[in-house]
């Protein structure tokens, strides 16, 4: 069982080769270059370009159907794409040559639905991947899942399973489990949108500090409000294009397209 | 690998395969399949009815019979009915039962459990509200369940009765072990007599997949069409 | 009615010389239970196998998976007892198939594998169905780790579809273990063969009969009863 579920599917033109790259331009942590994605003859993503700095804190917005959370999957292979190219601290994503989960293991994601492992303790969902992907020891693992659980507040749970939280507490054990991996970067699909609207907060908040530890990150939400306090910069995309890449402020003070425009008063209105 | 072997011993006993063996395969899946729906939406709606003693003597048949193998309730209908026939008539020995009459009751009797689980499913199904605008209408219950309720019931688990009714069909072979001659008991007097059991089970099995195979297409049409409708 | 009940003919001697009824019919008991067990071990494992091909992203894996079920669903049990036993050994290397006939208890291993390959088609579609119910966001997230495919079944998806399927393949346990007496056809001495001597050298049937059916029915409970406890052990914490 060699196949791994996102290569399976055909790629075109994509050099084999092994090796080392250099890190894309100007020590970019993402590098999102030129990338098109079609289901069948539904153009899905259509030349989409930008990147994400060392440090930097991106948030990426559009209405939904945009594209950005399947761009977002692209970033460590979830989703495939046909054109382009998109490299991660100097890794090619696609490429025959990279090896998937070796690459994704450095790429911490969160999902919208959690997806934290329904049948494991707190503490087993934190120091699964690290066990069998990275090769820790069961103490090493253990004991860096019980300090990322102290910082998201959440140390009385370790031993409790996922059915036994609440939606925002599952979601601070997701936060803490992709950080169990030691990423570069992390991923955001839409963290608090599953969420009751009184537990958007306390995501946030895990959130908000961890940009300002330095950690690099790519988010995908509408929670514009943590864009504003956060973001260096923004991403608004429709309909499978990048129509703006553009500074914080410049997005929320002087958006140049229209759709960008009316993206913002609708989502600000209430 | 098939040098040794003579398939044209199959051509030979074709008319006794299908005129005799496989006659008598269908009218027994046919006539069981009929009379174990009938019997097993019976036991359903005693099983759904609020009255205990109905609600328990059902569950108790339904459980007893699933809990046994075939072939044991098999033997044992062969044995006991002719003393039932007895009883039932009054006579002082027990009366003599045709080999299919007994094969008839024993499939009808036994997959009528499994028909009454799916007709159980099927009529829990259907929402409350159709009961209560049925009584609301006027209906007494007969008319609610055989108006209003069972049409429904049937309808949704259609697929389902068809897919009991191929393990029927398969389960039928069984009656090898009363040397009936069903298809493959017909299949196997052919394979003893000839001394050919390779050439008549491979073409045994041959048949009865192309059977089964095909229903369960046609089957899995049929849902996926109903799955539209409703 | 003119039957002669006779509850004492148990403990009577039985014609095979050693040994009463009751023993002929527990020697039976323990070749049910035996070719039950060892059945369900390989349609266990081929059925999980199976199963798993058929959620793969593989056009060929699932080809064969799903070739296989079909197979193994659409030819009466009866008949592939047949096809293991008589036709088989005649399609072997000459050698090879006269051994396999003179293999002692070759009943016994004959349905053991006729039982479990049959078994396994239905197993395998009740893994394909736990598997299939889980989130898709499940395999995502294991992917998004780092897990191989391999870790993520093993570690993320069967763990939860097998929770799932614990009561449907309680029953197909149960199946497994009916189905053993459709051996008796190819001269495995289970209990409903047993019975069946029984009644045959004793004329008492009922008595033969109804001792069978008596320790069927407990062997369902005693399943039961296992399958139950081994929900709880595994039951998750908080699980909806």
């Given amino acids: 069982m060699t196949t791994d579920p996102m290569t399976s599917a055909p790629m075109t033109s994509a050099p084999v080769t092994s090796a080392p790259q250099p890190a894309a331009a100007g020590g970019s942590m993402i590098a999102i270059e030129a990338v098109s994605k079609w289901y069948g003859e539904f153009r899905v993503l259509s030349g989409c370009s930008t990147a994400v700095s060392r440090g930097e804190v991106v948030v990426v917005c559009g209405p939904s159907g945009s594209g950005k959370s399947t761009l977002l999957k692209c970033v460590n292979a979830l989703e495939t794409f046909q054109e382009g190219q998109i490299t991660v601290d100097g890794t090619r994503v696609r490429d025959r040559a990279t090896n998937l989960p070796r690459l994704r293991a450095r790429v911490g994601m969160v999902f919208q639905h959690f997806e934290l492992f329904p049948h494991l303790s707190v503490i087993d969902n934190l120091t699964l991947a690290p066990r069998k992907v990275l090769g820790r020891s069961k103490e090493a693992a253990t004991k860096r899942g019980l300090d990322l659980l102290a910082r998201v507040g959440l140390s009385a749970h370790a031993q409790k399973h996922p059915g036994q939280l609440s939606g925002g507490q599952q979601q601070r054990v997701a936060i803490a489990r992709a950080l169990a991996m030691d990423p570069v970067v992390m991923l955001f699909d839409e963290p608090t949108s599953a969420l009751d609207p009184e537990m958007v907060g306390e995501v946030l908040d895990v959130m908000v500090e961890l940009a300002r530890d330095g950690m690099t990150m790519m988010v995908v939400t509408h929670e514009m409000g943590f864009a504003r306090k956060v973001a260096d910069r923004v991403v608004f995309m429709d309909r499978g294009e990048i129509v703006e890449d553009v500074a914080k402020d410049t997005f929320f003070d002087r958006p140049r397209s229209e759709r960008a425009q009316q993206f913002l008063s609708k989502i600000l209105a209430h | ?230 | 009615m003119n039957y002669t009940w006779n509850w004492g003919i148990f403990q009577e001697p039985s014609p095979e010389g050693a040994g009463t009824y009751a023993d002929m019919l527990l020697s039976g008991l323990s070749w049910t239970i035996a070719t039950a067990l060892a059945s369900w071990v390989i349609a266990f494992s081929l059925g999980s196998v199976i199963g798993v091909m058929r959620t793969l992203p593989s056009r060929a894996a699932n080809a064969v998976g799903a070739a296989y079920v079909e197979l193994f669903r659409n030819v009466p049990l009866l008949v592939q007892m047949f096809l293991w036993y008589f036709v088989l050994p005649e399609l072997l290397p000459a050698g090879l198939g006269t051994a396999v006939k003179q293999l002692p208890d070759a009943p016994f291993y004959t349905a053991v594998l006729c039982l479990g390959f049959f078994t396994a088609s239905r197993v395998a579609e009740q893994v394909r169905a736990g598997i299939q119910s889980l989130p898709r966001g499940q395999r995502m997230a294991g992917t998004a780790m780092g897990f191989t495919t391999v870790q993520t079944y093993r570690y993320v998806l069967l763990p939860n579809a097998y929770r799932i399927i614990l009561p449907p393949l309680t029953s197909e346990f149960l199946n497994n273990l009916k189905n053993t007496s459709v051996a008796l056809t190819i001269g495995l001495l289970e209990l409903t063969a047993r019975a069946r001597s029984m009644q045959e050298f004793s004329f008492q049937v009922f008595e033969a009969f109804t001792a069978a059916t008596i320790l069927y029915l407990l062997l369902n409970l005693v399943v039961i009863a296992g399958a139950t406890l081994l929900e709880r052990t595994v039951a998750v914490p908080g699980a909806r």
Avoid at chain 2, 12 to 21: E, H, I, K, T, V
Avoid at chain 2, 98 to 127: D, K
């Fill in chain 2, 1 to 230: 690998m098939f040098a040794n072997f003579d398939f044209s011993v199959i051509g030979a006993s074709l008319p006794y395969l299908f005129g005799q063996g496989m006659v008598f395969t269908l009218t027994l899946t046919a006539l069981a399949a009929t009379g174990g729906i009938v019997f097993g939406t019976l036991l359903a709606m005693m099983r759904l009815s609020s009255i205990p003693g109905l609600t328990h003597a059902a569950k108790l048949y339904v459980e007893l019979m699933r809990s046994l193998p075939l072939v044991l309730v098999i033997f044992w209908f062969y044995f006991l009915v002719p003393y039932i026939g007895a009883w039932a008539t009054g006579s002082a020995t027990p009366i003599q039962v045709g080999a299919f009459s007994s094969a008839l009751i024993t499939f009808t009797l036994f997959e009528a459990a499994y028909f009454a689980e799916i007709m159980r499913a099927g009529i829990q199904s259907i929402p409350r509200g159709q009961t209560a605008a049925a009584r609301a209408l006027g209906m007494s219950y007969a008319q609610t369940m055989r108006l209003v309720v069972l049409p429904q019931a049937l309808r949704n688990m259609l697929p389902l009765l068809l897919t009991q009714t191929i393990v029927l069909f398969q389960d039928t072979s069984l009656v090898y072990v009363l040397s009936l001659t069903d298809f493959l008991g017909a299949a196997s007097k052919v394979a003893q007599r000839d001394g050919r059991l390779v050439e008549m089970y491979l073409f045994a099995a041959l048949v009865y997949f192309a059977v089964c195979f095909t229903a369960s297409l046609l089957v899995r049409r049929l849902q996926a069409r109903t799955a539209i409708v409703r």
